[in-house]
């Protein structure tokens, strides 16, 4: 079992910036990849980010790429998302994932088997 908990969130105006941090507890941080996905209101839940276990390897979505960065501390057992520049469209509730199958992590939610309970971020225009 892993507990994940996000925080970090908050109310931003367009162009700025937030650092969001997912501590996690339970087991060995470092046997998991892991992501950040966002769910806006009305919309489904999307991938963000993921880095793998080591943290060498890290994808991003195109909505994201060149704007966010995702990178862990596996001394900490965190986990960050980094965000410039932010868009009203950034708006979402934006959630932690690990995932112990896939080293170098995965773009699919269905793979994530621990999940934090989200932390909202607002961007205003």
């Known amino acids: 079992q892993v507990q994940l908990v996000e925080s970090g969130g908050g109310l931003v105006q367009a162009g700025g910036s937030l650092r969001l941090s997912c501590a996690a507890s339970?087991?060995?941080?470092?046997?998991?990849?892991m992501g950040w996905f966002r769910q806006a209101p009305g919309k489904e839940r999307e991938f963000v980010a993921v880095i793998s276990r080591s943290g060498e390897i890290t994808y991003y979505a195109d909505s994201v790429k060149g704007r966010f960065t995702i990178s862990r501390d596996n001394a900490k057992n965190t986990v960050y998302l980094q965000m410039n520049s932010l868009k009203p469209d950034d708006t979402a509730v934006y959630y932690c994932?690990?995932?112990?199958?896939?080293?170098?992590?995965?773009?699919?939610?269905?793979?994530?088997?621990?999940w934090g309970q989200g932390t909202q971020v607002t961007v205003s225009s």
């Open positions: 339970g087991r060995t941080f470092s046997n998991y990849a």
């Open positions: 994932a690990a995932d112990p199958s896939v080293p170098s992590g995965s773009s699919r939610s269905g793979e994530y088997v621990y």
